[in-house]
Nanobody, 123 residues
Framework: QVQLVESGGGLVQAGGSLRLSCAAS????????MGWFRQAPGKEREFVAA????????SYTDSVKGRFTISRDNAKNTVYLQMNNLKPEDTAVYYC????????????????WGQGTQVTVSS
């Protein structure tokens, strides 16, 4: 089992920034990569960004490229999502998740999920 706890969500004005954190515990050695996903009301959960634990490899969905940065601290088993220049369309519940194998952008490949943290961007 891998336990994931997100933090850092909140309410911010358009153009503002937030940093989300995801702390992993348990059988973290079984994790190949970590991803961030988001789900807005009435919409499907969508991939945002992902990062491998062992090498410098990241992946982003097109709508956040240049604005969001995913990073990790292996010593703390923690993954971060720095979100800059936030837009109202970024409003969603953000989830971190762990996958034992790729591909990184596929929701169904992730087998452990956090409880989610709300991000609301006002216009």
């Amino acid at each position: 089992q891998v336990q994931l706890v997100e933090s850092g969500g909140g309410l911010v004005q358009a153009g503002g920034s937030l940093r989300l954190s995801c702390a992993a515990s348990g059988r973290t050695f079984s994790s190949y990569a970590m991803g961030w996903f988001r789900q807005a009301p009435g919409k499907e959960r969508e991939f945002v960004a992902a990062i491998r634990w062992s090498i410098t490899m990241t992946s982003y969905t097109d709508s956040v490229k240049g604005r969001f940065t995913i990073s990790r601290d292996n010593a703390k088993n923690t993954v971060y999502l720095q979100m800059n220049n936030l837009k109202p369309e970024d409003t969603a519940v953000y989830y971190c998740a762990s996958t034992p194998l790729g591909p990184l952008g596929v929701v169904g490949r992730y087998n452990y999920w956090g409880q989610g943290t709300q991000v609301t961007v006002s216009s």
